[in-house]
Structures are given as C-alpha cells and as structure tokens.
C-alpha cells in the first residue's frame, strides 16, 4: 500500500528557510507528476509547485525563485526547499503524486508551516 509521509514543517521568522520532506512507501508505477499544495483556513487547495516524471518544474508566482522543487528517486523522497519565507507563506503544506494508473492521486497527510516574527 503506497503511502506519503511527510515532514519538516515548523514554526519560523520571516526571511527564514524551511525543507519539506516527502517519503514514498510503496511503488507507485507510471507517475505522471508530483507536486506540492497549500491551504489556509477558508480557502480552497493550490498549487505551489510541480515537477514532471521527466525532472521539469512550475512554480506558481507567488513562490517562483524562493522555493525549489526536488526528487531523490534514490530515496523516492520528493522535497521543497523554502526559502526567504514570508507570512503569507502560512499553511498546511500538502505533497502529492499522480500515477497514470491511479484513479486519484496520492497524497501526504500535511504539514503546518507557520511564518510569523
């Protein structure tokens, strides 16, 4: 049974940096995509990052050049490096992969990052 385990969120200043971690457990066969999501209180999931199965990534705006998307299929452990952290930043931060052969994507149980001086 696939599951993705996350970890690395906290509590830290703003202009800080913070690296989320995301474990695979299982195979998942034929991934398309994998990627990170938001959400704050009230509002719907979005998407922050993404990076195809051929290494290629998007950033939505907001986060373009501080935050960087990555894989160690060594250790199928997907990451997000966060740097020059901004308030706005908060959120529960979510993980997911999407397989070709799966009729939803899979997804990490979240984790809270909190920017706040």
């Known amino acids: 049974q696939v599951q993705l385990i996350q970890s690395g969120g906290g509590l830290v200043q703003p202009g800080e940096s913070l690296r989320l971690s995301c474990a695979q457990s299982g195979k998942i066969l034929s991934i398309a995509s994998m990627g990170w999501y938001r959400q704050t209180p009230g509002k719907q999931r979005e998407l922050v990052a993404q990076i195809t199965s051929g290494g290629t990534p998007t950033y939505d705006d907001s986060v373009k050049g501080r935050f960087i998307i990555s894989r160690d299929n060594e250790k199928n452990t997907l990451y997000l490096q966060m740097n020059s952290l901004k308030s706005e930043d908060t959120a529960v931060y979510y993980c997911?992969?999407?397989?070709?052969?799966?009729?939803?994507?899979?997804w990490g149980q979240g984790t809270q990052v909190t920017v706040a001086s």
């Open positions: 997911t992969i999407d397989s070709r052969l799966a009729f939803k994507p899979y």
